[in-house]
């Protein structure tokens, strides 16, 4: 059966060339009136190639659990789910995972990965009913483990239309058009009498998704009647750009679900394409610098454990939290070009995701915690715990809806790499090392190598090649980080221009086969404060965290595996952790950090085996910092006199990234 769904796939995929797409302007749609056009488009699913530890990153889920959770996870992902027409589970963690497994399959132009996702597609376009409605529609007795009931609830509708979008944009198979028109006419007559909440709340805090499909088939399809189901899905999610700006929703502890606001911080963004008023942009600047002031951390995401829930660095951050910020970061920096967007986007795809999962791809947290420094079963001061598991490394450990959701991390990252411009050329706003293949000026095909080991090093190095080697007008959009005090940009060795930070420069010239392109980004140090006039200490993208010494122990779970799973890791400090670091000016940083670059060439840098880059500095531990309930206790703050008597110690740092445990967010042990 896989077999021949790959052979349907085959004969779906548009011919290519070797430089990109044969049909630019199908692909390359910008926004039709009257959705304002934006600044970035979308390239198609498959167009940008990861190389380096990006595509490490990628191998490691397809030889994990993205590639094999069928097999890992039978009881949700075999044939019973629902929506390969089973009796099993009905509802999100089977659509959650092809969000990830698709596009991984696609960038990697995986045979074998296609072929697993394909029946998911083929059920969901074949279960259509006459009257547009489709996916699961039968509830079934509770059975431990599974979702088996609300088959109609809206939301899970929402991620498969996600998935449809992205196979679409890999395929160009119109059985995606034809369902989505149909669908959405259902929506605009059943939404009055059934609104999102209608089943569950959660369709209700997830709108935006509903809505961006709905935008994107208008761009295509052109008929009115999207319009006014935007305007009524709008209308029926909760009101994000609202609460930002005239609510105390961040501010409060315990006001909404960490992933819903994930996923919704890009509705006042979706909407604004349809409506471009000042006063969602600005509930989007407000809600962000909010949501850092009385729930950030270190890592670049938030206390959320589930619920909002402040900033004091040992409270959790959800796997879910950072897959879904993060796609809500991609798709507002497409529609607004803020590059400060891309900042936030990078912040936690460089800190916070690959320190949530193990290694293989096999194991992740639940929750994660900025100074965490034992990741144990044991009940904590979350909002939710799962039988003390969520801070565990397991398949099922805290909660399954990561176990499904985690995988569209990475292969979403890769998609966001690089854009096509309104002005028809190539913008690169995300970097990693890659390779595109696009489409710029009148229809000509162009490839761009990224070369670069970026975040680590400061260097990145494009070479351009054109289709039989001609040469063409175009421009090329390139991101300064707001990190970056004075970027350098080379032409083939030649210096063309310095730009301060948080802006794009563009370069519009006659481009040829060869040229290269060099942009540098110097890495300074810097701290930034939190919790308990806490500190963190950053270069560049990374937050740097405390190497602390680890023990591992598989645990076999004989109280509750099929909640939690079968097995699971704890781990345990064998070095000390209790360090406060010293205050300083930022000119003084330099002399006190000493910047080591380990030299070692691994593919995968996210372990502290691995890390290229490493910190040695002077700091002081303090006593009266002891663990607490399995945690760090309360972090002294860092006013406190005479809190570090003892003498000083050479200590390391090591990017976030790279740790399982760790010290992120340091007390101040005195002065220099």
Not at 185 to 200: A, F, G, N, R, V
Not at 462 to 477: L, N
Not at 534 to 547: C, H, W, Y
Request: aromatic share 12%; with cysteine; net charge negative.
């Amino acid at each position: 059966m896989h077999l021949s769904y790959f052979f349907l796939v085959l004969l779906l995929i548009p011919v290519m060339t070797a430089f990109g797409q044969t049909t630019p302007a199908e692909r390359y749609r910008t926004n039709r009136a009257p959705l304002r056009p934006n600044p970035y488009i979308e390239l198609p699913l498959g167009a940008i190639k990861p190389r380096g530890w990006l595509k490490e990153m990628l191998v490691r889920q397809k030889n994990g659990a993205t590639g094999h959770l069928d097999k890992l996870y039978p009881l949700v992902m075999n044939e019973r789910n629902g929506w390969l027409g089973g009796d099993g589970d009905q509802w999100e963690r089977g659509p959650y995972w092809i969000d990830g497994l698709l596009p991984l399959a696609y960038i990697l132009n995986d045979k074998e990965l296609i072929a697993k996702a394909q029946p998911w597609i083929e059920w969901a376009i074949k279960s259509q009913t006459p009257d547009g409605y489709f996916g699961p529609s039968q509830d079934y007795p509770g059975e431990p483990g599974i979702q088996r009931d609300n088959s109609r609830d809206w939301w899970p509708k929402m991620v498969m239309l996600k998935v449809l979008k992205q196979y679409y944009s890999a395929t160009s198979d119109q059985r995606v058009i034809r369902l989505m028109t149909g669908y959405f006419k259902y929506q605009l007559k059943e939404l009055p009498s059934k609104p999102l909440d209608h089943w569950t709340f959660w369709a209700k805090y997830w709108g935006g998704d509903n809505l961006m499909t709905v935008y994107w088939l208008y761009n295509i399809t052109g008929d009115p009647f999207l319009l006014e189901l935007a305007d009524l899905l709008y209308k029926q999610t909760f009101n994000y750009g609202d609460a930002f700006l005239n609510t105390d929703l961040l501010s409060t502890t315990g006001s909404i679900h960490c992933v819903n606001l994930a996923q919704g911080m890009k509705t006042p963004a979706i909407y604004y394409q349809h409506h471009p008023e000042q006063k969602y942009l600005s509930a989007l600047q407000k809600g962000y610098a909010d949501l850092r002031k009385y729930n950030g951390m270190a890592h670049g995401l938030y206390g959320g454990d589930e619920a909002l829930h402040g900033n004091n660095p040992t409270q959790g951050s959800e796997l879910c939290s950072a897959v879904e910020m993060m796609f809500s970061l991609e798709s507002t920096l497409e529609i607004t070009g803020d590059v400060a967007y891309a900042d936030r986007l990078e912040k936690i795809a460089f800190n916070a995701l690959p320190a949530q999962t193990s290694d293989d791809y096999m194991e992740r947290q639940y929750f994660q915690q900025a100074n965490q420094i034992m990741a144990t079963r044991h009940i904590r001061n979350f909002d939710q715990n799962h039988g003390g598991t969520d801070v565990a490394f397991g398949l099922l450990t805290g909660y399954p809806c990561c176990t499904s959701n985690m995988h569209q991390g990475w292969p979403k990252f890769t998609q966001n790499l690089w854009y096509a411009t309104a002005d028809k050329g190539i913008a690169a706003l995300i970097y990693s090392p890659s390779e595109v293949q696009a489409v710029v000026a009148d229809d000509t095909h162009v490839n761009i190598k990224e070369e670069t080991t970026y975040p680590f090093g400061e260097n990145i190095r494009f070479t351009i090649q054109m289709e039989k080697g001609k040469s063409v007008h175009f421009p090329f959009h390139l991101r300064v980080p707001g990190w970056c005090k004075k970027a350098t940009v080379r032409i083939n060795g030649k210096n063309l221009q310095e730009a301060e930070g948080n802006q794009i420069v563009k370069m519009t010239r006659e481009w040829t086969s060869g040229d290269v392109v060099e942009l540098l980004l110097p890495m300074h140090l810097s701290t930034e404060r939190w919790y308990e006039n806490s500190m963190s200490v950053e270069r560049g993208p990374l937050t740097f965290a405390l190497k602390i010494g680890e023990e591992t122990k598989k645990v076999t779970n004989e109280t509750d595996p099929v909640r939690y799973g079968a097995s699971f890791y704890e781990v345990r400090p064998t070095t000390p952790w209790n360090y406060g670091i010293f205050e300083m000016q930022e000119s003084k940083l330099s002399e006190n950090y000493k910047v080591e670059h380990s030299g070692k060439g691994s593919d995968f840098p996210w372990n502290l085996e691995n890390a290229p880059i490493l910190l040695k500095t002077k700091a002081k531990r303090i006593p009266s910092w002891q663990i607490y309930n399995e945690m760090a206790g309360p972090v002294p703050f860092s006013m406190i006199d005479n809190v570090a008597p003892g003498p000083e110690e050479e200590i390391i740092l090591v990017p976030y990234g790279c740790t399982e445990l760790r010290i992120s967010q340091f007390p101040v042990a005195g002065r220099k």
